[in-house]
């Protein structure tokens, strides 16, 4: 420190200790709404994510597992099985198999929900840091 630093009344040093101090919680207020901000656009794709596969599981329930089921009933009633039965194991194979295809949707969204996914870390560690400094300084 130079010799007109250390002559420096301690009204003075406080206020610039206080307008630093103000000047950083600010940045940190800043830091935060950024980082809520990238996190509320995770939040959306994920949810996004289970609306698609939401709706693909109702939209293949409802107009392809039909055909589906109705072409491979036909193929099995080609290989000679009962009607009613190639019906059923048509539409037995055909629900599992988009069955599959939804649920993998349905997990990836739920996966990217998850909580240390959306933790604030880079705010949380500034904030740390923070604190220390202030400590110190003090």
């Not at 940190?28 to 809520?36: C, D, N, R």
């Not at 036909?74 to 629900?95: D, E, H, K, R, Y």
């Not at 959306?118 to 220390?132: G, K, V, Y």
């Amino acid at each position: 420190m130079s010799a007109a630093e250390n002559s420096r009344p301690l009204g003075d040093l406080l206020s610039g200790l206080v307008s630093d101090l103000s000047m950083l919680f600010r940045k940190e207020v800043e830091l935060a709404k950024t980082e809520a901000s990238e996190k509320l656009d995770q939040l959306l794709a994920a949810g996004r994510n289970l609306a698609i596969g939401a709706v693909l599981a109702i939209g293949a329930t409802g107009v392809l597992l039909a055909a589906l089921v109705s072409g491979l009933a036909a193929i099995f009633v080609n290989l000679g099985m009962q009607p009613s039965w190639a019906n059923f194991l048509a539409a037995v194979i055909v629900a599992v198999v988009i069955g599959g295809i939804a649920w993998a949707m349905i997990a990836r969204g739920a996966a990217e929900l998850k909580a240390e996914k959306l933790s604030m870390e880079r705010t949380t560690r500034s904030l740390q840091m923070d604190a220390t400094v202030a400590r110190e300084t003090l």
